[in-house]
């Protein structure tokens, strides 16, 4: 929200914006359409959209479990003016892990910061992916992962207590974005091999 009128929110994530600032417009719930501001009135909305559904710990599994999911990148304006996050946010300590596209880094819960030795462009994929291990391997720790173009980018963030539910996000300005959770491989592959993050280790 920007201001009172409130004109884009839960309840309406597909209004337009009354004093023609830039926005995100969501669309078939998933994909996300950057609106740039109108001429004259250029100010550029900070857009946080969280997934409808959470990541959560799997009960009694005797396998490694994962969830993952993918975006597509498109600037709406020069990079310069383009911003990207993307991640999971804690429900259990309103902590984040994310990806930070602009300075290339990773950020843990403690908000410790690790370099990524990569650059980003248009049309860019970045997925994140969070693995439980089996509820029997309690020697080992559920961790999280982040990809772009279809490879894996730094060090995997190990997670310790409190690891029981995540929020998928995207924080962005001046980018749309195709979101894809995995519904429907066959028609729309990740561009990421996630078999690899489900082989007992």
Same mark, same amino acid.
């Given at each position: 929200m920007c201001c009172t009128n409130n004109c884009i929110n839960t309840e309406n994530p597909s209004g337009n914006c009354v004093k023609g600032y830039g926005y995100g417009k969501l669309i078939d719930g998933e994909n996300i359409k950057y609106i740039n501001c109108l001429e004259g009135k250029c100010f550029d909305q900070y857009i946080l959209v969280y997934a409808e559904n959470s990541f959560k710990a799997p009960q009694n599994s005797l396998n490694y479990s994962l969830y993952y999911f993918e975006i597509? #990148?498109?600037?709406?304006?020069?990079?310069?003016?383009? +911003?990207?996050?993307?991640?999971?946010? /804690?429900?259990?300590?309103n902590k984040y892990i994310y990806y930070y596209a602009n300075n290339a880094k990773i950020y843990n819960e403690k908000d410790e910061a690790f370099n990524v030795s990569i650059? +980003?462009?248009? /049309?860019?994929?970045?997925? #994140?992916?969070?693995?439980?291990?089996?509820? /029997?391997?309690?020697?080992?720790?559920?961790?999280?992962?982040?990809?772009?173009?279809?490879?894996?980018?730094?060090?995997?963030?190990?997670?310790?207590?409190?690891?029981?539910?995540?929020?998928?996000?995207? +924080?962005?300005?001046?980018?749309?974005v195709e979101a894809n959770f995995g519904n429907n491989l066959e028609a729309k592959p990740f561009k990421y091999d996630i078999s690899d993050h489900l082989i007992l280790k």
């Open positions: 597509k #990148c498109k600037f709406e304006r020069e990079k310069s003016s383009v +911003w990207m996050n993307i991640g999971l946010r /804690n429900l259990n300590t650059n +980003w462009k248009n /049309n860019d994929y970045f997925g #994140c992916g969070l693995v439980y291990p089996p509820s /029997n391997m309690t020697n080992k720790s559920p961790y999280v992962f982040f990809t772009q173009n279809g490879k894996e980018i730094g060090e995997e963030i190990l997670l310790k207590d409190n690891s029981e539910s995540y929020k998928p996000f995207v +924080w962005l300005k001046s980018l749309s």
